[in-house]
């Protein structure tokens, strides 16, 4: 009987030992929260106790390099990405030495590699990218080997699915190296596993987010991500991750009014935490609309800001406010530091610096049919057109094509024969011409036909989005047309 005793004794000591290296006791579980909820300077005074409290607690580890994550995400500038690449490797040293018996001790080590990837990946340094990728790559199926009851696990498998099976054409090599050939359905369906499974759980939250990213930017289906947001009953306006997901998936399901008064209600809580693309996101969705005020939050972006990105984007649409409210000296302005000012790290300010350096002027007209249509304001940018029908028969080429592309987007939502006429009238004007309306219309096309269930079409549309050649938005319309083709032949 003493023996007995001794042995459980001995067993409920070692399961403690095991798990006391990863205690998600009450204090982490709030600091997970708060991390998620951006409140970065209460989730560290959290870390602090626990490191007192619980010393052999390495959670605090992996909680310190999340929160260097998400700072670097949101506040987008050199100094933090720097900050970050200093301190991975201290964090992963100390989560290195916890017990190797528990499931957390690889998954967060392959979590702190994926996170790595990704900020290495966005500012350019391809090559520390590749590594940690692969190391996060080999962590979470080492650990899915292990323990494949850990649903956690597939939070990280379902998101290297997704970004494997995305890799542009010029970087197939890469893909190559892994073992898996990545499958958006299967990614999708991974990431909807640990969400099921991390409902009342710590990770919900977390587990939101990466779905409807993942919905939002791999799925064709642009209400998915809406439907399921609201399906969740989460309180997003006490996020601010959740908040712009929901506000950017509005957007994208044509409820640009919803988007705005999403934004704005965050807004108007000054305790919360507050993202800078907020403001540059407002400012777009109430340009849409052609409201009067959008060049304030515009304003905004620019002044609170001290990254580099979207700043050629941001004067681009100032330029299109004072346009289309005749104010044109301070269009030219506007114009002048499109050209000078920011970079061209991002699709929105490659084509922000493309756009203004055409020797053809912008045509008032198609330019609000462009902003009503990108708003979900169909009927009003359908006769705004039909009104000012002149503009097809235009001297001015790149005028006539835009008009008919214009249409087809349109009828995209309206009349779908209707736009597959234009869309192919487009293909055979402008599949020659440097703009990007060609490229985008036969990926609509292979849209529309993979909608219809008609595969053999999708394919030929999706290979010729591919093959016709567009210095604008290249990059985003090559990785939907690749992730296109995947959908199809998987």
């Given at each position: 009987m003493y023996r007995k005793l001794l042995i459980i004794l001995a067993c409920l000591f070692i399961h403690s030992s095991i798990f006391a290296n990863f205690d998600f006791n009450k204090n982490c579980n709030n600091t997970f929260r708060l991390i998620l909820n951006l409140q970065f300077n209460d989730a560290l005074k959290n870390i602090e106790l626990e490191k007192k409290v619980n010393p052999d607690n390495k959670l605090v580890y992996y909680f310190e390099n999340y929160i260097n994550f998400l700072k670097t995400l949101t506040f987008d500038t050199e100094d933090d990405y720097f900050a970050y690449k200093n301190k991975v490797d201290y964090n992963l040293n100390k989560l290195k030495q916890a017990n190797n018996k528990s499931p957390y001790f690889i998954y967060?080590?392959?979590?702190?590699?994926f996170q790595s990837a990704i900020l290495s990946?966005?500012?350019?340094?391809?090559?520390?990218?590749?590594y940690h990728f692969y190391k996060a790559y080999?962590?979470?199926?080492?650990?899915?080997?292990?323990?494949?009851?850990?649903?956690?696990?597939?939070?990280?498998?379902?998101?290297?699915?997704?970004?494997?099976?995305?890799?542009?054409?010029?970087?197939?090599?890469?893909?190559?190296?892994?073992?898996?050939?990545?499958?958006i359905n299967s990614g999708i369906k991974e990431l909807e596993y640990f969400y099921l499974q991390s409902k009342k759980t710590i990770f919900n939250t977390e587990s939101i987010i990466f779905l409807s990213f993942a919905y939002q930017n791999f799925l064709q289906n642009n209400k998915r991500a809406y439907i399921f947001l609201k399906q969740t009953d989460k309180d997003y306006i006490n996020n601010p991750i959740l908040c712009f997901l929901y506000a950017k998936a509005c957007a994208e399901?044509?409820?640009?009014?919803?988007?705005?008064?999403?934004?704005?209600?965050?807004?108007?809580?000054?305790?919360?935490?507050?993202?800078?693309?907020?403001?540059?996101?407002?400012?777009?969705?109430?340009l849409n609309r052609l409201d009067n005020d959008a060049d304030i939050y515009l304003k905004k972006y620019l002044s609170k800001y001290n990254g580099k990105n979207f700043i050629k984007a941001s004067y681009q649409k100032m330029a299109w406010y004072y346009l289309i409210n005749n104010n044109y000296v301070k269009y030219n302005d506007c114009i002048n530091k499109v050209k000078k000012l920011g970079s061209i790290n991002t699709e929105a300010d490659k084509q922000a610096y493309l756009e203004v350096n055409q020797s053809v002027a912008i045509n008032e007209v198609l330019l609000k049919a462009r902003l009503l249509f990108d708003g979900g304001y169909f009927l009003k940018a359908e006769n705004l057109l039909l009104e000012n029908s002149k503009i097809q028969h235009s001297s001015i080429i790149k005028d006539k094509i835009e008009y008919s592309y214009r249409l087809a987007r349109i009828y995209h939502k309206l009349n779908m024969e209707e736009a597959k006429k234009y869309y192919q009238l487009v293909i055979a004007n402008g599949s020659e011409m440097p703009y990007y309306f060609a490229k985008?219309?036969?990926?609509?096309?292979?849209?529309?036909?993979?909608?219809?269930?008609?595969?053999?079409?999708?394919?030929?549309?999706?290979?010729?989005?591919?093959?016709?050649?567009?210095?604008?938005?290249?990059?985003?319309?090559?990785?939907?047309?690749k992730a296109g083709l995947n959908r199809i032949n998987k």
């Open positions: 967060t080590q392959a979590d702190i590699h990946y966005k500012f350019k340094d391809f090559f520390l990218a590749s080999k962590l979470i199926y080492s650990n899915f080997e292990k323990y494949p009851e850990f649903y956690q696990n597939y939070k990280l498998i379902g998101s290297l699915n997704l970004l494997i099976s995305s890799v542009p054409v010029n970087y197939k090599w890469f893909a190559d190296f892994f073992i898996i050939d990545g499958s399901a044509d409820k640009n009014n919803e988007a705005v008064n999403t934004i704005e209600n965050y807004l108007k809580n000054n305790e919360l935490p507050i993202i800078n693309f907020f403001y540059y996101f407002l400012g777009t969705t109430k985008n219309s036969a990926l609509q096309l292979a849209l529309i036909y993979e909608s219809e269930l008609d595969f053999g079409k999708a394919d030929f549309y999706f290979n010729k989005c591919l093959n016709i050649k567009s210095n604008e938005y290249k990059k985003s319309i090559q990785f939907k047309a």
